[in-house]
């Protein structure tokens, strides 16, 4: 009988069911259309009424909202302001194929503005290393190591996800889901999923700048329903706080290696099963200019061009003139990973004390054609 009466107590409480809640994520669209010094006050006001109730937000800029903050100190200096109080700030596209097409686009299109890479660049002017973005036309303009993804839209399907690795446009990324609200009877449906998903999901929401300016209740109804059932926040993360801490492609054992102590090196590539004892190579480079092997025709110099024309590590090289001087290669294993020891370092590591070594790691298809460009690992070489 006592176990009958705990399970009605249960039915009938369903918050007291519940050991722990699951993440929660809330993503703001910067629309590239729509960017303004009054729309930015508009975010203003949206960030200050998320600070209120201890929500942190995913801030997705379009690029022009770049030229807003530029042309404007206190705005450009809201940024770290955000960022200190728990909010992250990434990068938000519309791709050719979108109505308000945003002018970048890696297709060759006479019309464009720029490519990805030049995309990336200008929102790096204002947000440093981008970490993040919900960028569209992904699988042809994904740009070159930006490592998380936020995706979805219209439809309930998309509310709960779970972090999932995915390469796209041959990046490795970690990718997690949201639903577009739009009007308030949708937040019923959050709340819902809220109660009903798992403790390892993620209850994801977005919503553009201009759908709070038109409604702030369409946001605070739900912010005010997390706060009373989370006051401190704990389980409301953004993008970095749900996905950063997931394996990337490639790691390093060391972030630090000691020359002097002949310590070794362990490179791990993990492709989370997507390539399975397919080919890869490791690349290294180390920064700094070396007269007589930069570009001038090495073996290791023609890897380093050949993996330039086609602009996929571009950034991965510190300086334009770094050396190659390393390239390991095997296969991964069955699950799609592979271990490796960078051995002989102690004969490089006086020329290279003080210097940083990046490693990168490409996955091969039969073919020979390039299916994964990972991560960049970064190792000093202290003396
Ligand atoms: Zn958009």
Same mark, same amino acid.
């Given at each position: 009988?006592?176990?009958?009466?705990?399970?009605?107590?249960? *039915?009938?409480?369903?918050?007291?069911?519940?050991?722990?809640?699951?993440?929660?994520?809330?993503?703001?669209?910067?629309?590239?259309?729509?960017?303004?010094?009054?729309?930015? *006050?508009?975010?203003?006001?949206?960030?200050?009424?998320?600070?209120?109730?201890?929500?942190?937000?995913?801030? =997705?800029?379009?690029?022009?909202?770049?030229?807003?903050?530029?042309?404007?100190?206190?705005?450009?200096?809201?940024?770290?302001?955000?960022?200190?109080?728990?909010?992250?700030?990434?990068?938000?596209?519309?791709?050719?194929?979108?109505?308000?097409?945003?002018?970048?686009?890696?297709?060759?299109?006479?019309?464009?503005?720029?490519?990805?890479?030049?995309?990336? =660049?200008?929102?790096?002017?204002?947000?440093?290393?981008?970490?993040?973005?919900?960028?569209?036309?992904?699988?042809?303009?994904?740009?070159?190591?930006?490592?998380?993804?936020?995706?979805?839209?219209?439809?309930?399907?998309?509310?709960?996800? =779970?972090?999932?690795?995915?390469?796209?446009?041959?990046?490795?990324?970690?990718?997690?889901?949201?639903?577009?609200?739009?009007?308030?009877? =949708?937040?019923?449906?959050?709340?819902?999923?809220?109660?009903?998903?798992?403790?390892?999901?993620?209850?994801?929401?977005?919503?553009?700048?201009?759908?709070?300016?038109?409604?702030?209740?369409?946001?605070?109804?739900?912010?005010?329903?997390?706060?009373?059932?989370?006051?401190?926040?704990?389980?409301?993360?953004?993008?970095?706080?749900? *996905?950063?801490?997931?394996?990337?492609?490639?790691?390093?054992?060391?972030?630090?290696?000691?020359?002097?102590?002949?310590?070794?090196?362990?490179?791990?590539?993990?492709?989370?099963?997507?390539?399975?004892?397919?080919?890869?190579?490791?690349?290294?480079?180390?920064?700094?200019?070396?007269?007589?092997?930069? *570009?001038?025709?090495?073996?290791?110099?023609?890897?380093?061009?050949?993996?330039?024309?086609?602009?996929?590590?571009?950034?991965?090289?510190?300086?334009?003139?770094?050396?190659?001087?390393?390239?390991?290669?095997?296969?991964?294993?069955?699950?799609?990973?592979?271990?490796?020891?960078?051995?002989?370092?102690?004969?490089?590591?006086?020329?290279?004390?003080?210097?940083?070594?990046?490693?990168?790691?490409?996955?091969?298809?039969?073919?020979?054609?390039?299916?994964?460009?990972?991560?960049?690992?970064?190792?000093?070489?202290?003396?």
């Amino acid at each position: 009988m006592r176990n009958c009466f705990a399970l009605l107590l249960l *039915l009938a409480a369903p918050n007291f069911a519940r050991a722990q809640f699951p993440d929660t994520l809330f993503v703001v669209h910067c629309e590239f259309q729509k960017a303004s010094p009054q729309a930015w *006050l508009d975010l203003r006001a949206m960030v200050n009424d998320a600070n209120a109730r201890n929500v942190k937000l995913s801030i =997705e800029l379009g690029h022009s909202w770049v030229d807003v903050a530029l042309a404007n100190a206190p705005f450009a200096a809201d940024i770290n302001i955000w960022r200190q109080q728990g909010h992250a700030l990434g990068a938000h596209h519309h791709g050719v194929t979108h109505p308000d097409f945003d002018g970048y686009t890696d297709t060759l299109l006479p019309a464009r503005v720029g490519d990805m890479t030049a995309f990336k =660049e200008k929102m790096e002017t204002l947000l440093g290393e981008l970490q993040f973005g919900g960028l569209d036309e992904a699988e042809t303009d994904w740009p070159c190591l930006v490592p998380m993804r936020t995706m979805g839209g219209i439809g309930s399907v998309n509310i709960v996800s =779970e972090p999932s690795f995915a390469t796209v446009n041959h990046y490795p990324v970690w990718q997690i889901s949201h639903m577009y609200i739009q009007n308030i009877a =949708e937040i019923i449906l959050l709340k819902n999923a809220h109660q009903n998903a798992l403790s390892s999901q993620v209850v994801g929401a977005v919503t553009h700048v201009w759908n709070y300016a038109a409604d702030p209740a369409l946001c605070t109804d739900w912010w005010d329903y997390l706060l009373s059932i989370d006051p401190l926040g704990v389980n409301n993360k953004t993008v970095p706080g749900v *996905l950063a801490l997931q394996t990337p492609a490639l790691a390093s054992s060391h972030t630090l290696i000691n020359a002097s102590s002949g310590e070794q090196l362990k490179l791990t590539i993990n492709t989370q099963y997507l390539f399975p004892n397919q080919p890869y190579h490791i690349l290294f480079s180390a920064s700094g200019v070396d007269v007589g092997y930069d *570009l001038a025709g090495s073996g290791t110099d023609s890897i380093h061009l050949s993996l330039n024309i086609d602009r996929l590590t571009r950034k991965s090289y510190l300086s334009p003139n770094s050396l190659v001087f390393y390239d390991t290669a095997g296969n991964l294993d069955a699950t799609g990973v592979a271990e490796g020891q960078l051995v002989g370092l102690g004969a490089l590591a006086a020329r290279l004390s003080g210097r940083t070594i990046s490693a990168q790691a490409l996955v091969m298809n039969i073919a020979g054609d390039i299916d994964l460009v990972s991560n960049v690992a970064s190792i000093i070489i202290i003396p």
